[in-house]
T-cell receptor
C-alpha cells in the first residue's frame, strides 16, 4: 500500500496561496492521487484528483512531478472558510483500500 | 448535500449492546465504504463493498460486520460495544469499485457508548 506523509499542520493568512505537499514514495503505476477536505463533524469532500503533471479545477490545483513520489495541493487566495483538515489519498484500481493518512490541519488567520 | 444518507444521525447506547448503522448511497453508485473517526483522530478505513460483494477490508474489528443489500444500501453492525467504539462513523459511495473516481461522503452517524 502506498503510504502518505503530510505536514501535521499549517498556518496561513487570508488572501495567500497555500501549498500542501504529500509524499508517497511507493506509489504504484495504477495509483491516482486524490485530495479531500474535511470540516469538523462533517464528511470529507472531494477537492481534486490527478495522475501526473498538473490538474486544475475551480477550487484548487494539483501538481505531480514526473516521478510521482509526491504531490502538491495548491489553494489560491485562501479565506477563513478554508480552515479545515486536508487529506491526501493514494489508491488505484489494483488497490481498493481507501486509507486516508493523518491529514494536514490548515488554519487560515485574518 | 452529497446524496449519501446515513441514519441515524446520533445514537447513544450502553456497553455490551449491538447497533446497526445504515447508509443509502447516491443513486447509481455501486460502491460503499465505511470509516470510523474518533475524536480528533483521522479517518480509519473499515470496509468496502461493491455491488453486494466485499471488495476491500481495512481495520475492522471482529465485533463489527457489514453488508450491502441488493438495493445497494449498506448496514454496519457493531456488537459487544465498548466505550472506545464511541466515534463518528462515515459512509461514502462512488460509482464504480475503483478509487480513481470521486467518493461522496455522508454526514455521519455519531455513536456514543456509555
Amino acid at each position: 500500500l502506498a503510504k502518505t506523509t503530510q505536514p501535521i499542520s499549517m498556518d496561513s493568512y487570508e488572501g495567500q496561496e497555500v501549498n500542501i505537499t504529500c509524499s508517497h514514495n511507493n506509489i504504484a503505476t495504477n495509483d491516482y492521487i486524490t485530495w479531500y477536505q474535511q470540516f469538523p463533524s462533517q464528511g470529507p469532500r472531494f477537492i481534486i484528483q490527478g495522475y501526473k503533471t498538473k490538474v486544475t479545477n475551480e477550487v484548487a490545483s494539483l501538481f505531480i512531478p514526473a516521478d510521482r513520489k509526491s504531490s502538491t495541493l495548491s489553494l489560491p487566495r485562501v479565506s477563513l472558510s478554508d480552515t479545515a483538515v486536508y487529506y491526501c489519498l493514494v489508491a488505484g484500481d489494483n488497490n481498493n483500500d481507501m486509507r486516508f493518512g493523518a491529514g494536514t490541519r490548515l488554519t487560515v488567520k485574518p | 448535500d452529497s446524496g449519501v444518507t446515513q441514519t441515524p444521525k446520533h445514537l447513544i447506547t450502553a456497553t455490551g449492546q449491538r447497533v446497526t448503522l445504515r447508509c443509502s448511497p447516491r443513486s447509481g453508485d455501486l460502491s460503499v465504504y465505511w470509516y470510523q473517526q474518533s475524536l480528533d483522530q483521522g479517518l480509519q478505513f473499515l470496509i468496502q463493498y461493491y455491488n453486494g460483494e466485499e471488495r476491500a477490508k481495512g481495520n475492522i474489528l471482529e465485533r463489527f460486520s457489514a453488508q450491502q443489500f441488493p438495493d445497494l444500501h449498506s448496514e454496519l453492525n457493531l456488537s459487544s460495544l465498548e466505550l472506545g467504539d464511541s466515534a463518528l462513523y462515515f459512509c461514502a459511495s462512488s460509482p464504480q469499485g475503483g478509487v480513481n473516481t470521486e467518493a461522496f461522503f455522508g454526514q455521519g452517524t455519531r455513536l456514543t457508548v456509555v
